[in-house]
């Protein structure tokens, strides 16, 4: 059982598009995370979130709560942006995490 | 990027040894976690600490143990390795006061082969 299901799980775009993730979840959270893990390994935090909607430059994330659902759009998407993006849920002192979705941008 | 160190970076051992991991942080935040990461997996959690002494389990808990008697560093032990425990192994630190609602920040990772 998932508590957390992203789609899609692979994604390639051609430099420019605006690309979506989507991430829907089946507990009751405090927050929603999404995390980068860039090719060699890293993870780090793009947004926390549990309500409406938040903007760091290319990169928007929505979250709807009534329907358990959120979305990470990069708008104008570069070869930089390559990278797995995963989806975390918090819920009372532990996480919930998606299985990640491989993002590749051609140039 | 947050004081947070793992070693080893890297580690082979074979089967039926015992082996600990070490997390180190430098940011004195309350919650300390460690997790797995595999193919077709998310991240899934084995242990977290919510403060010194006080730990609880996670999801994939058995064959591991934790301990944490300061602050700063929080340990990983695999009593007797398997090689269903070749993975990749992160800790994450969040803020403390708030819980889950914190942003966590992550290790840079431990890969683990057991052969």
Known sequence: ?107 | DAGITQSPRHKVTETGTPVTLRCHQTENHRYMYWYRQDPGHGLRLIHYSYGVKDTDKGEVSDGYSVSRSKTEDFLLTLESATSSQTSVYFCAISQPGQGAQNIQYFGAGTRLSVL
């Not at chain 1, 989507?22 to 995370?33: D, E, M, W």
């Open chain 1, 1 to 107: 059982k998932n508590e957390v299901e992203q789609s899609p799980q692979n994604l390639t775009a051609q430099e420019g598009e605006f690309i979506t993730i989507n991430c829907s979840y089946s507990v009751g959270i405090s927050a929603l995370h999404w995390l980068q893990q860039h090719p060699g390994g890293g993870i780090v935090s793009l947004f926390m979130l549990s309500s409406g909607k938040k903007k760091h430059g290319r990169l928007i994330a929505t979250i709807n709560i009534q329907e358990k659902h959120s979305s990470l759009h990069i708008t104008a998407s570069h070869p930089r942006d390559s990278a797995v993006y995963i989806c975390a849920v918090g819920a009372g002192n532990q996480f919930y995490f998606g299985t990640g979705t491989s993002l590749t941008v051609i140039p």
